[in-house]
C-alpha cells in the first residue's frame, strides 16, 4: 500500500479501512445481534458465530460484552508452497536490507493473515489489491519481481516469522524511506521500528 509497499491516497485509504478496522474486539451495545455486528463489521454471521462460542443466544448479546471479531483458528500451519511465496516477497522487498528487515517484512504477511480485515491466505494477502485492481499490496507483484527465486535469507526470514508467530510489534505496514515517503502513515498510523531503509507501522 505505498511505493515500494504501494500506498493509495489518503482519501482511497479512509474508504478501504474504516474507522476503527483493526480492532479485535467489539462492545455491544442496546439493540446489537450478532448479525447486526457481523454486518457492519464486514463479517460473515457464520463465522462471527465460530469466533463467539461463549455467547449462546446470538439474537440476545448483553449490552457490554465483548465480541471477537476475529480468530486464532487463522493460525494454522504454514504451508511450503505459502513459505515459498512468502520468501520471494520477502527476497523483492528487502533485498540488501538487514536480516531482521527481512523477518519483519515477513512477519507483516502473517500479522495481515491473522487480522480480520484482510484476506486469509498467504496468497490473498500478498496479491491483494484495491480501487478495482488499480493498485497492488505490493509493487513486486506488480512489476514482475515476486517470480524470481528467493535467497537462502529470505527463505530463513519467513521461517523464523512463522515460528515466531504472533509475538512481536504487531506491525501491518511499511516502506522504504529512501525510494518513496508515507505521509498517510506518519499522520494515521503507529510507527512500530525502523530498520535499516524500512518504516513499519500498524
Known amino acids: 500500500m505505498f511505493k515500494k509497499f504501494v500506498l493509495p491516497s489518503a482519501m482511497a485509504l479512509s474508504l478501504l479501512i474504516p474507522s476503527g478496522a483493526f480492532a479485535s474486539t467489539y462492545t455491544a451495545k442496546k439493540g446489537d445481534t450478532l448479525k447486526s455486528i457481523a454486518k457492519s463489521h464486514n463479517i460473515s454471521l457464520t463465522s462471527l458465530v465460530s469466533y463467539n462460542p461463549q455467547i449462546k443466544n446470538p439474537d ?4 457490554g ?4 471479531l476475529s480468530s486464532s483458528s487463522k493460525k494454522a500451519p504454514i504451508s511450503d508452497s505459502d513459505k515459498e511465496l512468502m520468501a520471494r516477497l520477502v ?9 531482521a528487515g527481512k523477518v519483519a517484512v515477513a512477519t507483516v504477511i502473517l500479522n495481515r493473515l491473522d487480522n480480520n480485515n484482510f484476506p486469509d491466505s498467504i496468497p490473498g494477502v500478498i496479491y ?3 480501487e478495482n485492481g488499480k493498485i497492488f499490496a505490493f509493487e513486486p507483484v506488480q512489476n514482475g ?10 527463505i530463513r526470514a519467513v521461517n523464523e516469522a512463522a ?7 504487531g506491525s501491518l505496514f511499511f516502506y522504504n524511506k ?3 515517503t508515507s505521509k498517510w502513515i506518519e499522520e494515521n ?4 521500528i525502523t530498520i535499516g531503509n524500512h518504516t513499519f507501522a500498524k
Open 163 to 169: 515460528r515466531d508467530r504472533g509475538k512481536g510489534k
Open 128 to 130: 491483494e489489491t484495491y
Open 60 to 63: 440476545s448479546i448483553n449490552i
Open 91 to 99: 527476497h523483492a522487498e528487502a533485498s540488501g536490507e538487514p536480516y
Open 145 to 154: 519481481e515476486i517470480k524470481k527465486y528467493a535467497d537462502k535469507d529470505s
Open 65 to 68: 460484552e465483548k465480541v471477537n
Open 189 to 192: 498510523r503507529t510507527v512500530t
Open 178 to 180: 529512501e525510494t518513496s
